[in-house]
């Protein structure tokens, strides 16, 4: 396993000191990487096996998707752009912040599309690149937490229909202060705390071309397609490699 001592260097520290008083208050922090079992150890890639992690995308009642999230949590997210985090905190919002933490954890982004990014607004992901994990989680919806909806850049939270518990699994970062946002029953779960200047790179060309969100109705050619037709059709959308969650405590 590798040791959390990689973790304690100098942007690790500027990242604890941050997220202590923007997501807990002030107090001394430290991060552990935590695994499937609850041990320490690497949550993505390396506690589970490939193939256990591709049976578990496709059965999404399987009760290792209901695992709490820690309190707070950081996703590591690494990306044809570069590095970004999010501070993932499950105070703001408990339902939205376990499913997040067990899509990350579980493999669920690792080789998906940002496949709307629009400059100065939103960045979005969370179709995944397996047309047959997309029909396996498709309408599988999340009861609604409590709204927080102060859409602040660098917040994020569950894209939904307009209707009541129609959370899934795709995620919008906000790009600037979205107050045209606030209005709507959003419960932003978090922030970005490591490399907003990544997620401005984030290719934005395609605008709402390449998808759009859940509410326009344009996504099933990449539900049924994954990479494959993203690819083809949206060759310069960017990337998540891999997603990396740790617990901080």
Known sequence: MKSIRGERGSRS???????????????????????????????????????????????????????PAPAVSRLRFETTQGVFALALIRAWGPIGADRLYNLARLGYYDDTRFHRVNANYIAQFGLHGDPAVNAAWKDRYLADDPPRSRNARGSFAFAMKGQPDTRNTQIYINLADNVRSDAEAFTILGTVVEGMDVVDRLYSGYGENSGSGVRQGRQGPLESGGNAYMDREFPRLDRILRVTVTAVR
């Open 13 to 67: 520290r500027s990242w604890r000191s941050s997220l202590a008083w923007k997501a807990v208050g002030p107090g001394t922090l430290w991060a552990v990487v935590v695994s499937c079992a609850g041990q320490a150890g690497v949550v993505t890639g390396g506690a589970v096996s490939p193939e256990a992690r591709s049976a578990l995308l496709l059965e999404p009642a399987h009760e290792e998707w209901r695992r």
